[in-house]
């Protein structure tokens, strides 16, 4: 338990020197990512795929999370926060969830 609580103090700590901002408003942003990662994740470990469709649905949600990101980075923060923070928090869930159903529509019509 102590190994968690200094990774996660560490993380929290070296977070603001990824952000390059001034103020926290950018850190909310940051904050909703790492939140989504860690729930996508959770559900990861408890969803009933074979190992090769976890791998392509992990694939796809990292893929659609990069995506995201680099799509963003060109629209100007403070203008923009909500659609941003929109973005970044549901695009990456909704196609994850939609290749999720089509591996589990997939399986089903194999077998």
């Keep these: 338990m ?7 103090l560490t993380i929290l700590l070296v977070m603001p020197l990824t952000v390059f901002a001034h103020g ?3 850190l909310y942003t940051i904050f909703i990512q790492i939140i989504s990662i860690v729930v996508f994740l959770i559900i990861l470990a408890f969803i009933t795929l074979n190992l ?5 649905l992990s694939g796809v949600y990292f893929f659609t999370v ?5 799509s963003t980075s060109s629209i100007p923060y403070q203008n923009n926060m909500s659609t941003i923070n929109f973005a970044i928090a549901f695009i990456p869930g ?3 969830l939609m290749t999720y159903f089509l591996l589990k ?3 089903k019509n194999i077998k």
């Design 2 to 8: 102590k190994n968690i609580k200094k990774a996660l």
């Design 24 to 26: 926290e408003e950018v």
């Design 52 to 56: 090769k469709q976890k791998s392509i």
């Design 66 to 70: 990069i995506i995201v990101f680099g």
């Design 94 to 96: 909704i196609v994850g």
């Design 105 to 107: 529509l997939n399986s």
